[in-house]
């Protein structure tokens, strides 16, 4: 749902300043914001889930893990965009500012009815330009699927959907099996 007037275009620096004052979250694309719907509790904890072990794994590392209300920033175009991943780890310092970060290494996007389009699409197109990113997650939230995408592997797909798989997340070096990532939320 877009929020502004078809020809009403935000600065960075309004939508910084707007997001910071207010109580509903948007995306930025090119000076244009877009209302982000809320939650499911399986979306929720999927996201708790994975954020946990990768803070568990990472703790006193370089590398730090961010969860949903943490942006990325990324230029394409000569346009800015602000997107908010529902989980993301940057291995340096560098590019990371109070409100959002520009150089991730990994991330990943539980995928929504109202988002998996643009998810499956969009990101994927926009994420591997950020020369960071070495890998791009996509799970589903009612069946147990993870896609994960490889710099490496000219981000061809690869699909993990038995309980007892491990998604292995080489950026970080760190596997983790389906059946931790989806606990509390598919038997």
Not at 8 to 11: A, K, V
Not at 44 to 56: M, R
């Given at each position: 749902m877009e929020t502004s007037a078809p020809s009403?275009?935000?600065?960075v620096e309004d939508f910084l300043r707007h997001?910071?004052?207010?109580?509903?979250?948007?995306?930025?694309?090119?000076?244009?914001?877009?209302?982000?719907?809320?939650?499911?509790?399986?979306?929720?904890?999927?996201?708790?889930?994975?954020?946990?072990?990768?803070?568990?794994?990472?703790?006193?590392?370089?590398?730090?893990?961010?969860m949903a209300d943490f942006k990325v920033r990324l230029e394409i175009n000569r346009e800015d965009i602000f997107y908010y991943p529902d989980v993301m780890v940057a291995c340096q310092r560098v590019g990371v500012e109070q409100y959002y970060l520009r150089y991730p290494t990994l991330l990943v996007e539980v995928l929504s009815p109202s988002t998996e389009n643009i998810d499956r699409r969009e990101k994927l197109l926009n994420y591997p330009q950020i020369s960071t990113v070495e890998e791009y997650v996509l799970i589903a939230q009612d069946t147990r699927e993870v896609t994960i995408h490889r710099r490496a592997e000219d981000w061809a797909p690869c699909l993990h959907t038995a309980p007892d798989s491990l998604a292995e997340f080489r950026s970080i070096k760190f596997s983790l099996p389906l059946a931790r990532i989806y606990e509390g939320v598919l038997g």
């Open positions: 009403l275009l935000f600065s997001e910071a004052d207010g109580p509903v979250r948007h995306e930025y694309i090119g000076g244009r914001v877009h209302a982000m719907a809320g939650t499911s509790e399986a979306h929720n904890l999927i996201s708790v889930n994975l954020v946990s072990a990768f803070h568990a794994q990472l703790r006193g590392g370089p590398c730090k893990a961010y």
